[in-house]
């Protein structure tokens, strides 16, 4: 079953065609990152005008790259939750346009599960039920995977998530958008333990995280620094605040592994190619003897094959929508 997909939830512009959820046949991705880095962030507008422009082109040159035509095409996936509600709406309504023209079944597909699903693709072998981590900027969740289209949330972020935590520190020591990937570069020739920061957590919810007093402490320690006119270590910083995070995310996903008796964890999102979380929770998870699954370094960011791979167990479930399908800023990854 070959399926077109679409991403357009935050600033890429993305389509990809699928075949029975696991082989790729194309992927585009249209990214808007350079014109967001202007102003330090996403511009919700601009991101919807974007789109707007590129999606066209982009569904063209996907199907092009997988040298089919739509009535090759089985059926459409797209993300319409959750996400920017401008950016979303274009890729819903775009699908929208495609099905009733084509008379193709419509499946919308949740951002996170995508996520979850760009696994699939980058491990065949990998079948629920597992535990996984979804780390993103936006998200912060340990999700229990009982099957492909059933999740529970075991965990999540009380406050800010991992990824818009290493963005705001990244951006308070003048690095550019998106400051997670330049921070986790520059953290890899320091020292970890330089500096001292908290490990907060969550009375009553083990498995719950919270990153905003950890983000607000090495923003402090920095702004202290300056007004003292103390020149700190940029990558002692960044490897201390990296180092962390991880602490934090490891230690609630290991404990919730242990208490639910899981030997099967994995990884998804954009933080998920962070090199100190893959490398941390590949050699625990071979200390305890589990099995770890992550995904390629180039499925953890936004696409549409990760779109493709979630919209085919979708469809297998019978989760199809008619014209009358929104889009949806916030909603559960269990809905």
Not at 201 to 217: N, R
Not at 287 to 297: A, I, T
């Amino acid at each position: 079953m070959k399926i077109l997909a679409i991403e357009s939830s935050c600033d890429e512009t993305a389509a990809a065609v699928v075949e029975d959820g696991r082989k790729v046949l194309s992927s585009v991705v249209a990214s808007q990152v350079e014109e967001h880095r202007l102003y330090g962030g996403v511009v919700p507008e601009i991101a919807s005008r974007r789109h707007a422009e590129a999606i066209v082109p982009v569904v063209s040159q996907a199907l092009e790259q997988a040298k089919l035509a739509l009535d090759d095409i089985d059926a459409l996936a797209v993300t319409y939750a959750p996400g920017l509600i401008g950016a979303l709406l274009v890729g819903v309504n775009f699908a929208k346009g495609l099905s009733l023209s084509t008379g193709l079944p419509l499946v919308p597909v949740h951002h996170l599960r995508s996520h979850i699903a760009s696994n699939y693709i980058s491990n065949q072998e990998l079948k629920p039920p597992f535990l996984c981590l979804v780390v993103s900027g936006g998200h912060s969740h340990i999700v229990m995977v009982e099957d492909y289209t059933k999740m529970k949330i075991i965990g999540r972020t009380r406050d800010d998530a991992a990824g818009e935590a290493f963005d705001k520190a990244a951006r308070t020591m003048g690095m550019p958008y998106p400051g997670g990937i330049e921070l986790d570069k520059v953290a890899e020739s320091g020292d970890p333990r330089a500096f001292k920061l908290p490990r907060p957590t969550v009375h009553d919810a083990p498995y719950d995280f919270s990153f905003s007093g950890l983000k607000t402490a090495v923003i402090n320690l920095l702004h202290n620094s300056a007004q003292k006119g103390v020149e700190l270590n940029k990558a002692d910083v960044c490897a201390s605040f990296r180092y962390a995070v991880v602490d934090c995310l490891c230690t609630n996903f290991l404990k919730a592994a242990d208490d639910l008796n899981v030997d099967k964890l994995v990884i998804a999102g954009g933080v998920s190619a962070n090199s100190l979380l893959r490398r941390t929770l590949f050699e625990e998870c071979e200390k305890r003897g589990f099995k770890f699954y992550m995904p390629d370094k180039s499925l953890c960011g936004d696409n549409a094959a990760m779109v493709g791979a979630q919209g085919y167990y979708e469809y297998l479930a019978g989760k199809t929508a008619g014209t009358d399908l929104n889009a949806y800023a916030t909603m559960s990854i269990e809905e």
